[in-house]
Structure formats: structure tokens, C-alpha cells
């Protein structure tokens, strides 16, 4: 046979046969002993024949010792073979990664052997097809193996090679190929073989051939020749590796059309829409119909997903639908609807086992599974539904749902090599599944943690009508740390708040959580609005401190801003400070828009310490003000005065109600998502009757004692509050006594009627009260204390020129506007009533 000769077995054009060419094989026996080897496989694992022949596989292949050797032998017989990725022991001890298939081979005398074929998993391909996917996809596609001996004589076979050339096992075993096969191309095929042998170990020879097939028509073939070697390196006989190159092309073009649609999964966090992805992809690259179902908590972030294995079945919800056909008329159920999960089909095979299920030929007979929901049957049966596919959609042991792919149209039975194509894509999707499902869960998670800290409910008071409006960012930005609150003052004053945390997710989130509960804290303690933020910003450093000595530190948040106003309805006047934050918006009761100059501080926790400014404004009664954050006014688009004139303008309508002027506000945004959380506080001012507020100058001597106990006395006969006048006029006298002997100057006494009775006491001493426990023997140090059990609280504020303190004490039930009249007052505690009985 001339090389010439050889070339006439190449027909049609050049076969890519890298599929079984780069293939390492070697040939064991039934106890796992290697009972042949080849010269690719001394190229990949440095072992020669000499090294290896005769002894135990397992001086290669680690995955024999995992239990025993017969029992690795027992399972790959039990299935007929064995294909996956597994590690190998070189020569110079070096482990590397393989895609390794042992192929069962029977023998004439009913023997059996093993072709261990690997190739290396790392090494590229020559393709544009992932090693990831090429490796397991031609370890499970089929091939045919064939081992003769030197007299070419077929001594060993698997049943794959019956189907490729068309030879039953009785024919091919103890011939030769021309004996069985007559003519030219078998002859020139043994040639091939011959010049192997001859060969033995200086060469393999390699060649893309066309075999011909007794079952139809023609098929195209790669076969490798490989000479097998004994212990001595002589040659033993020829294996014969033939592989459908039909199929390998169609793997091939499935493979890189996932590779290149691979590239848009994932581009959003929407999980359905992240299921619809997955069906548009498959249809019709593996399937004419697909629908993706998703366990309902991943739909709507709620909760963790069920685990594999699991003994409740989950709930699913259809996320995703693609057909051929228009209309899609194989779904009984449309997007966002629950698929219900019946008992003995497939479906409920895989949920529990989490294991994919393939059913070339679906039985469609009356009585099956599918007739437990007749909507089910009949679109099954009207639209051709003869072979399914289910694969399980998993991510870290979690099940999140399962993909259905249908065939209709298409008649040819999904087969083992599409199962894998369809594990392959549907592998992608989890993870980005996964991804979305966290994000959902996160974004969940953040959104319900702002909502629970921030109020349910807004209380003005006499001071003021509230209304707000919260719009959380779109779902592709995340929760913000957006908060606002409006906090109860001592006098009917009131502290509106309004603040923004920069950045998005949980920890944004809980940093807003902090700053408020530290912001109600702050307010507590009175402080003007400048000394307020100067004591949150020494809050926000030390949170950003605490978070960086983590050992898994979160995602730096770069600040915050806020502001902070007390309005007093008493006397109209507002106080306000910013940090950083856009400044409110004022609306008059003729409808005219102002924005104070009111001093930008720095923001919050981002360390500059530069000095805070208020400003203090007095406000029309019936004045709107806005208080606001940035995502309101700014967006991609437009900047911030634009938005700010546009804020202006929609609420520049004082006849409204706060309501519709909240409606109105956040619907003149832009269309597109906003990027940021949107948080509008508006408040409506009001004014305390002067019928309600009495004050008082007072001498700096021991005489204002009695003269200030008798005025408030007076007053609260007025006001027919004889029932508090005993508490107030102690409280009255331990508060202008303090004043007396602790300061300086000019006295003032307030009472302000409103929901509570407060009693104030200023000061021209800069120094703040604190409530301690007299000792027995002490003379002095009663007074607070005293003060403290007769009012329902106390407490002291700085002002510019001193102090003042106070206390408030519950109205009778009658007196309070708005409540019914009770049918009696409710009695004083045995506690009050015994320090009266004490102070007389």
C-alpha cells in the first residue's frame, strides 16, 4: 500500500478528529489491571509501557482506590461505563485534571475489558468550544471501540461500533474486517492497521475516513487507530476509535451558540426576567417549546429556597416562556402564574431528587399523569408533545426551580447529548439565577428593614400637619438609607427631619437605622438644631470606625446628609442647620416659593469638622415647608436647580391638601427609574392660639417664689385646670427657686396649654440641670426629684441667652380638644398624691 493509496480514504473535505486523535488510551482487564497501553497515553502521563502493563490502574487513576478496585469495576459494569472529569497521577508525581471514559468491551467468549480513554482537560481544543463543556459532552457522546489483535482480528467491542458500521457483534468477533466487510475500503482500511503494528511505538497514525453503514444512508466518521503495546513495548493489536461526526458537528455548533448567547445571561437582577432569558435562548437552539418555573420565594426575595432533597415540594411560579410558535399555545399557565406540581409525573421526580429527567418518547396515552389537569392534556396532545426534557435549576445545594424543554415540530427525540446541552445553559442560568435571587433577597430584606425604621406614622401635634411620601430606588439601584421623621418637642415644638445615607443595600439601610435612633436621641436632649448635627456627625465617625475593625468589612458608606429644623408654634419661628443636604422648600400662604441660604455644612461622617450654622426664619401661619432628598429633584438627566425649580413650581398650589401636594411632587419626576430613593416630608404650620400661651417676667429675688406660684394658680383657673393647680404650683416654685439660686439675671415664667400642660422656667445660666438622688442627711437636692414625679417628663435646653427648663403634665381627659368627656378624671397615683402630701 503506497502513502498515496492511503489519501483515497480522506473523502469529501478534512475532518476536524481532535475528538478521538488527542485521546489517551489504555486497556484493562476485569480486575482493573492494565492489560495494554498506548503511546498517547505515555505522551500524557510519562508512564511507558514498560511501567505500567501488568500493574493495577490505580497507579494511575486515584478513582479506583476510592473503595476497591472491583468495586469501581462493579459500578462502571453496572452502568455500562464510566464518564466524567477525574484527577491523574503522572509520572513525575504531578496530578492532572482529565476527562476520562471507561468503556465496557465484550468479548467472543462473554470477557470483558475496559478502554480507560483521556484526554487532557485544560488542554485547549483548537475550537470555539469551552473545555469545561467539550470534555463532558464527548465523554458522554457515543463512540465505538473496537480492539484486534496483530493478526487484525476483532477480539474485543462495544455495542456503539454495531450501530456505526452496521455489523452485529456474532459477525465482527474472531474476523477481520475484510471478511466481513469485502473490497476496496476495507482493505485499504487493514492497511491502515498494518502500518500501525509496524509502527508500534515510534508513531500513531491518525485518519478521518467515511465507514460505511448497512442502516440508511451514508455517515460521516472520525476513526483513530492506536497500536496497543505489552510490557516488552511489542505491539499487541490495534484499538479502533470511531466517533459520529455528524453529532460531534451539531454538539459543536450547540456548544458555541451557547457560548456566545452565554454572554447575556445575567445581565439583569430581575429574576423573571432573568428566567425569560433562559427560554428565549434555548428555543430553538435545544427545544421547541421551553418554560422556566421558579420556587416562588425567589420570584419575590422572600425567604431562603428550598434545598435539594428536601421532603415539602416547593411552589412555582412560571417565570419564563418561549415557543416556535406564536402565540405560545403549549403553556397552559402565562407569566407570574402558579404552576401547580402533580403528583407521579417527572416533575415532581426531579424536585425531590433534584436530578435531571429525560424522556425521549413521552406517553401521551389517556390515564397518564398529564390527564390530572385536562387544560395540561389537551394542549399536550393539540400541539405534538412527544419528548421532554427536565432539568433541575440548582445554585449551592438550593433547588430554584426547573426548565421544561418540549419538542413539537421538531420529530427527532432528545437524547442523551441534548440532556447535557440542556444541563450545560440551564447550569449558566443558575448562576445567574442565583445572583438575582440574592440581589432580590437583599433588596427584600433592605427595603423591609427601612420601612420598619422608619415611622408608620407622622404626628404634628398642635405645631403642625404632616404628610409624606417614600419611593424606593428602582430595582436595578437598591434600597438607599433615605429616613424622616417628625419628632415631639417640650412646648408643642416640634424637630422635622429629613436625611439621606450615602449608597445603596442592607448596610445603607442599617446605617440610616442607626443615625435615627441616634437623631431621637439627640432631640431628646434639646439641642439646637447646630449642636444636634456637630453631635450626629461624632456618631457617623465612630459607625464608619466600628464597620472598618470588622474582619469582613462592608462596603465603605461615604457619609451622610442631613437636615435638621425645630419649628415653635408658639412664636412661628423655625430653626434650621444642614449637612450637606439641599436646603427646604417654604411655600407661603399666597403660594410663593423660597429656598433659605441656610449655611451647607460638610455631610456627616466624612471627618472634615468644620462648624455648623442655623438660621433661624419666622413663617407665616399656614406655610409649607418641604424637606426633601436628592433623588426628588436630581436624576441622570436634569440637575439639581432644575429639579429644584421644578419641586417649586408643582407645590406652589397652597390650596391643596399636603396629600395631593405629595401626589403631585413625586409625579412630576422624570419617567425613566429613578437612580436613588425619593423622600418627600411636607408639613403645614400652624399657630397656638395666644389664649394658650401665657408668660411672665419675674424679679431675680426670692420674692417671684410666691408671686410666680400665684400667677400660674390664676391661670389655670382660667383655663379651668384647678385639678393640676397644687403639682404646678410645686413645680412652679422648685423651678423658679433653681433659677433663683443657681443664676443670674431676669427670670421667665411660660405656661403653654396645648395637648399636655408644660411649665417653663428661663434662665440666664448656661449650666443644665441633672436629677440626682439626695442622701438622707442631705438639706438640698429634692427639688428635681420632686419635679420629676409630679410631670409626666422634664427636661432642660440650651438657648442664646441661658436656659430653659421644663415640665409637662397630662390635661385632664375633658380638657384635652378633641377627646370625649369622661365620665370622671382618672385618680392621681398614690406616688403624686404623697409627694403633694410631702411638699405641703
Known sequence: MTPSSLDTLTLGKQLNASDVSD????????QGTV???????????????????????????????????????????????????????????????????????????????????????????????DGSVRGPLLARAPIGVAVRDRQLRCTFANEVMDIH??????????RRFTDVMPGADAETIEAVMRQVLR??????????????????????????????QGADGESLGVCVISADVAASWQARECLAVLGRAGARLGSTLDVMQAGQELADLAVPLLADYVAVDLEQSISFGEGPPVGIGAKRLPALRRAGIASIHHGIPESPWVRGELVPVLPDSPLTSVLQSGKSCLEPVLDTAAGTWIDNVPELARRVRENAMHSIMIVPIRARRALLGVALFVRTTNP?????????????????????????????????????LQRALLPSRLRGGPAVEVASRYLPADVDHGVGGDWFDVIPLSGARVALVVGDVV????????????????????????????ELLAQLDDTALRLGEEDCDLPDPPTAVAGATCLYAVYDPATRRCTMASAGHPPPAIIDPQGRVLYPDIPTGAPLGVGLGDPLESVELELAEGSVLALYTDGLIGTRDH????????????????????DDLCDIATRTLP??????????????????DPSRVVTWALPGDRSAVCHARRLAAHQLTEWGLEGLEDATKLIVSELVTNAICHGTGPIELRLVRHRVLTCEVSDTAAFIPRQRRARTTDENGRGLFLVAKLSRRWGARSTSGGKVVWAEQDLPRASVPGRRMPEASPPASAERRACLRHAS
Not at 458500521?165 to 474472531?174: E, F, P, W
Open 23 to 30: 485521546t489517551a488510551i489504555a486497556l484493562l482487564d476485569e
Open 35 to 129: 492489560a495494554a497501553w498506548a503511546q498517547g497515553a505515555e505522551r500524557l502521563l510519562g508512564h511507558s509501557a514498560g511501567d505500567i502493563v501488568g500493574r493495577s490502574a490505580a497507579l494511575v487513576l486515584p478513582s479506583f482506590v476510592e473503595a476497591t478496585t472491583s468495586a469501581f469495576v462493579e459500578r462502571c459494569r453496572a452502568v455500562n461505563g464510566w464518564p466524567g472529569v477525574t484527577a491523574v497521577r503522572r509520572r513525575d508525581g504531578r496530578v492532572l485534571d482529565v476527562n476520562v471514559r471507561i468503556t465496557a468491551l465484550r468479548g467472543q467468549d462473554g470477557s470483558a475489558r475496559w478502554l480507560a480513554s483521556m484526554t487532557d482537560a485544560g488542554m485547549p481544543s483548537g475550537d470555539t468550544v
Open 165 to 174: 458500521d452496521g455489523l452485529s457483534r456474532d459477525r465482527r468477533l474472531g
Open 199 to 228: 509502527n508500534g511505538t515510534t508513531k500513531i497514525h491518525e485518519y478521518r475516513t467515511w465507514l460505511p453503514t448497512s442502516q440508511g444512508a451514508e455517515k460521516p466518521f472520525a476513526v483513530s487507530f492506536q497500536c496497543l
Open 412 to 448: 427527532v427525540p432528545f437524547h442523551e447529548v441534548d440532556l447535557l446541552l440542556a444541563e450545560e445553559l440551564v447550569g449558566r442560568a443558575a448562576q445567574s439565577l442565583d445572583n438575582a435571587r440574592q440581589y432580590a433577597s437583599q433588596h427584600a430584606a433592605a427595603l423591609t
Open 503 to 530: 449608597g445603596h443595600g442592607l448596610h445603607a439601610a442599617a446605617t440610616m437605622g442607626r443615625l435615627r435612633t441616634a437623631v431621637h436621641t439627640l432631640a431628646d436632649m434639646e439641642l439646637p438644631p447646630d
Open 639 to 658: 440637575d439639581i436647580e432644575e429639579g429644584m425649580h421644578r419641586l417649586g413650581t408643582a407645590l406652589a398650589q397652597p390650596d391643596r391638601t399636603l
Open 671 to 688: 419617567d425613566q427609574a429613578p437612580c436613588d430613593d425619593v423622600t418627600l416630608l411636607l408639613v403645614r404650620t400652624r399657630s397656638l
